[in-house]
Nanobody
Framework: QVQLVESGGGLVQAGGSLRLSCAAS????????MGWYRQAPGNQRELVAGITSGGNTYYADSVKGRFTISRNNAKNTVYLQMNSLKPEDTAVYYC??????????WGQGTQVTVSS
């Protein structure tokens, strides 16, 4: 069974940058469309970026032009480069599959806090 481990979060000032990583164990990772989700207190979890097995990407309007998703299938890892961070980007960030057949088991997430 696939396990997802997110890392790279932290406290940063507005305008700063962070790079998140998601390491996946298990097989078939390279075949999956993967995404980064985030959940702020009181809000539903939302998809902010996705990347197909072939490298096509999707971004939510709120992060377009500031975030970049990438993957290294040889390392079973997905990344999220976050630039020009805003206080409203504060949330717990998770990676998971983007699929109609359901999610993989959720990891613990990584906290991103952006101070103004």
């Amino acid at each position: 069974q696939v396990q997802l481990v997110e890392s790279g979060g932290g406290l940063v000032q507005a305008g700063g940058s962070l790079r998140l990583s998601c390491a996946a164990s298990g097989s078939a990772f390279s075949l999956k469309t993967m995404g980064w989700y985030r959940q702020a207190p009181g809000n539903q979890r939302e998809l902010v970026a996705g990347i197909t097995s072939g490298g096509n990407t999707y971004y939510a309007d709120s992060v377009k032009g500031r975030f970049t998703i990438s993957r290294n299938n040889a390392k079973n890892t997905v990344y999220l480069q976050m630039n020009s961070l805003k206080p409203e980007d504060t949330a717990v960030y998770y990676c998971n599959a983007v699929s109609n057949s359901g999610y993989l088991p959720w990891g613990q997430g990584t906290q991103v806090t952006v101070s103004s």
